[in-house]
């Protein structure tokens, strides 16, 4: 069974704070790693999706990396538009075409 | 533009009344899906269709119906609500990429309340 696990629950900072969020994953063989933003109410907007280790992404103040075992985003001096929550999926390789989300975090960045 | 459209986008209602949530997608997308999404649970995938006449049970099937007569359309049906069906509700759909990747567009969300 897939499993993903995003850490932390809710991070806050302060415009121009550069950090990282976590997503660790289990999957017999990975099709794709996925990050979306959800505003609040609104339904999730893909971002990325990353295909094996060592994959590199960017946008804007967003970059996405992944290893065998995890995921960061990384979000460099970012502004309170980039207030949000940040969900990761993972799709297997074993024929289901059924991506597994974890539960996001939750990000405030005060002005 | 290319959106997932779904309706209502709020709605109350009370135990036992049946009701329908419509979605539909203007993308051609093959597959669609539905989720729930309840604070502290994230999304939780109630039912997925691959083409049309074709569809299958997700995480939390249980108080939901389903069906897809058309590539389009996926309406969400509860027979009979009760109060833990209160939730936000996604639709989402994708087409189906070389590398196998379901990159998922989402509706707006419809948030139901069951009294």
């Known amino acids: 069974e897939d499993q993903v696990t995003q850490s932390p629950e809710a991070l806050r900072l302060q415009e121009g704070e550069s950090s990282s969020l976590n997503c660790s994953y289990t999957v017999s063989g990975l099709r794709g790693l996925f990050w979306y933003r959800q505003d609040p109410g609104k339904g999730p907007e893909f971002l990325f999706t990353?295909?094996?280790a060592g994959e590199e992404k960017e946008k804007e103040r967003l970059k996405a990396t992944l290893t065998k075992k995890e995921s960061f985003l990384h979000i460099t001096a970012p502004k309170p538009e980039d207030s949000a929550t940040y969900l990761c999926?993972?799709?297997?390789?074993?024929?289901?075409?059924?991506?597994?989300f974890g539960r996001g975090t939750s990000l405030i960045v005060h002005p | 533009e290319a959106q997932v459209t779904q309706n209502p986008r709020y709605l109350i209602t009370v135990t036992g009344k049946k009701l329908t949530v419509t979605c539909s997608q203007n993308?051609?997308?093959?597959?669609m899906s539905w989720y729930r999404q309840d604070p502290g649970l994230g999304l939780r995938q109630i039912y997925y269709s691959m083409n049309v006449e074709v569809t299958d049970k997700g995480d939390v099937p249980e108080g939901y119906k389903v069906s897809r007569k058309e590539k389009r359309n996926f309406p969400l049906i509860l027979e009979s609500p009760s109060p833990n069906q209160t939730s936000l509700y996604f639709c989402?759909?994708?087409?189906?990429?070389?590398?196998?990747?379901?990159?998922?567009?989402f509706g707006a969300g419809s948030r139901l309340t069951v009294l």
């Open positions: 989402a759909s994708s087409h189906y990429t070389p590398s196998g990747a379901n990159v998922l567009t």
């Open positions: 999926a993972v799709q297997g390789a074993g024929g289901s075409y059924i991506p597994t």
């Open positions: 993308m051609n997308h093959e597959y």
């Open positions: 990353l295909y094996s």
